[in-house]
C-alpha cells in the first residue's frame, strides 16, 4: 500500500505543479523561448552595451517564440 | 494622470478580469440553477475570500523583492502567459481551435450536476464545484493584479479596476442570466494578450536595464506591434488551414 505523503509536502508538491503547469504546460517551447530570449537580451543589454540591439531584439525574439509554437500547432493539427 | 503605463495596466486587469469572471459565472449559474443557491453563493464567498487572501499575503511581500529582479520575474512571467493567451486565441480565430462556448459549458455542466444526488441543507457538490469555478478563473486574475500591479507601484489601482469588472459582470450575469455566449469573449482574450506580452516585453526590458526610447511611450508601440503582428498570424493560419471552418467572421 502507497504512504500518504504529509500535508506540507503535498502543499509543496501541489504548489509546484500549479507553477509548471502554468509555466510550462502544454507549450514548453513558448517557456524555453522566453528563457533564451532573456538570456540573449541580458547579454546584449547588461553593462549598458548594445542598448539599441537589445530594443529590436526583445521585441523580435517574443514574436518569433509565438511564431514557431503556432507553426508547431499548425503542423499538429495538419497530421 | 493617463500615462500610458496606467491605460495599458487598466486595460490588461480589467480585461483579463472581465473574461476570467464570464467562465466563472458560467459555472456559478450552472451550480446555482441545477442544486439550489445557497451552497453555490457560499462556495463563490469562499473562494473570493481566498482569493483576496492570496492577494493580501503575497502582495506586500513582493514589494520588498529588489525592483529589477521582480521587474525581469514579473516580466518573463507576463511573456509566458500573455503568449499562452495569444496563442490560443490565434488558433480559436484561425478554427484551429474549438470556440470557448459559454452555452455548451453551461449544458455539459448542467447535465453533469444533475447526475448526482442532491444533498438534504447544505449541498457539497454544489459548494465544491462553484468554489474551484472562481478559485481556479480567479487565480489568473490574482496573478496578473500582483505581478502588473506591484511591477508599475500600481497595486491599489489593479485592485480597485479588477473589483470593478467583478461587479460589473456579476451585475450583467444576473441581468441577461444564460446569455454569457454573447460576450465577445476571444476578442477579449486576444486583447488581453497583446497587453500581457507588452507589459511582458516592458518589464523584461526594465529588468534587464534596457533603456526604451521615450520611456512608457514604448507600450503603446508594443500595443500596435503585437496587435499587427496577431493579425497577420491568424491570415498566415487561416491560409493554411483553408478547409477549416473559421471560427471568426
Not at chain 2, 457538490?125 to 490574482?142: C, D
Request: proline letters at 3%; a positive charge; glycine letters at 8%.
Amino acid at each position: 500500500m502507497a504512504t500518504r505523503s504529509s500535508l506540507p509536502v503535498r502543499l509543496l508538491k501541489g504548489f509546484a505543479m500549479f507553477w509548471w503547469d502554468f509555466l510550462v504546460g502544454d507549450t514548453p517551447e513558448l517557456f524555453a523561448a522566453v528563457v533564451f530570449t532573456i538570456g540573449v537580451v541580458a547579454l546584449l543589454s547588461l553593462d549598458g552595451h548594445f542598448n539599441a540591439a537589445s530594443v529590436i531584439a526583445l521585441p523580435t525574439l517574443a514574436v518569433f517564440a509565438l511564431a514557431i509554437s503556432l507553426w508547431r500547432a499548425s503542423r499538429a493539427a495538419g497530421k | 494622470m493617463f500615462s500610458p503605463g496606467v491605460v495599458v495596466l487598466v486595460g490588461a486587469v480589467f480585461l483579463a478580469c472581465t473574461v476570467e469572471m464570464v467562465e466563472a459565472l458560467t459555472i456559478v449559474l450552472a451550480v446555482g440553477h441545477t442544486r439550489g443557491w445557497r451552497s453555490a453563493l457560499e462556495g463563490v464567498g469562499a473562494a473570493l475570500i481566498a482569493l483576496a487572501a492570496l492577494v493580501a499575503g503575497f502582495g506586500p511581500a513582493l514589494v520588498h523583492v529588489p525592483l529589477n529582479w521582480l521587474r525581469l520575474v514579473v516580466g518573463g512571467v507576463l511573456l509566458i502567459f500573455g503568449m499562452q493567451w495569444l496563442r490560443k486565441a490565434i488558433l480559436r480565430s484561425s478554427g484551429l481551435k474549438a470556440m470557448h462556448d459559454e452555452d455548451e459549458i453551461y449544458r455539459r455542466k448542467v447535465a453533469e450536476l444533475k447526475v448526482e444526488h442532491a444533498a438534504v441543507g447544505r449541498d457539497r457538490v454544489a459548494f465544491v464545484v462553484a468554489f474551484k469555478g472562481v478559485f481556479l478563473e480567479g487565480l489568473e486574475v490574482v496573478i496578473i493584479v500582483l505581478t502588473l500591479g506591484t511591477s508599475a507601484h500600481r497595486m491599489s489601482l489593479a485592485i480597485v479596476v479588477a473589483a470593478l469588472a467583478v461587479v460589473l459582470v456579476s451585475t450583467a450575469g444576473v441581468v441577461v442570466a444564460r446569455q454569457l455566449s454573447r460576450v465577445p469573449e476571444n476578442a477579449m482574450k486576444t486583447s488581453v494578450g497583446v497587453l500581457l506580452v507588452t507589459y511582458g516585453t516592458f518589464w523584461t526590458g526594465e529588468g534587464l536595464k534596457i533603456t526604451w526610447p521615450g520611456n512608457d511611450v514604448m507600450l503603446f508601440v508594443f500595443v500596435v506591434l503585437y496587435a499587427v503582428v496577431t493579425w497577420l498570424l491568424i491570415q498566415l493560419m487561416r491560409r493554411a488551414h483553408p478547409n477549416v471552418d473559421s471560427a471568426v467572421s
